[in-house]
């Protein structure tokens, strides 16, 4: 079983930055597929970004490309997200996400763990 805990979140201005970062326990860190989720008031769950195994491949959604930098530290079991140029349609509750076998995945259900998830919150 494997444990996901979300931090970082927080409330900024437009235009500003924050780094979540992910910590994992209880897996084979290497091997999971790791990705990011949000989920804005009143709208379904929407795939953000995902990263390999090894952090050669990633992915991202094309709201957040040139945005967003995702990455990972296998020594330290714990994903990250960059957000720069944060903009008020990014406020939503990030999850993170892990998937055994697979990476890149954009679809919710193909991930097997998740966070409790940290709140964005960007003023404009």
């Known amino acids: 079983q494997v444990q996901l805990v979300e931090s970082g979140g927080g409330l900024v201005q437009a235009g500003g930055s924050l780094r979540l970062s992910c910590a994992a326990s209880?897996?084979?860190?290497?091997?999971?597929?790791l990705g990011w989720f949000r989920q804005a008031p009143g709208k379904e769950r929407e795939f953000v970004s995902a990263?390999?195994?090894?952090?050669?491949?990633?992915y991202y959604a094309d709201s957040v490309k040139g945005r967003f930098t995702i990455s990972r530290d296998n020594t330290k079991n714990t994903v990250y997200l960059q957000m720069n140029s944060l903009k008020p349609e990014d406020t939503a509750v990030y999850y993170c996400a892990a998937a055994k076998y697979v990476v890149g995945r954009r679809n919710e259900y193909e991930y097997d763990y998740w966070g409790q998830g940290t709140q964005v919150t960007v003023s404009s």
């Open positions: 990263i390999g195994w090894s952090g050669g491949s990633t």
């Open positions: 209880g897996g084979t860190f290497r091997r999971l597929g």
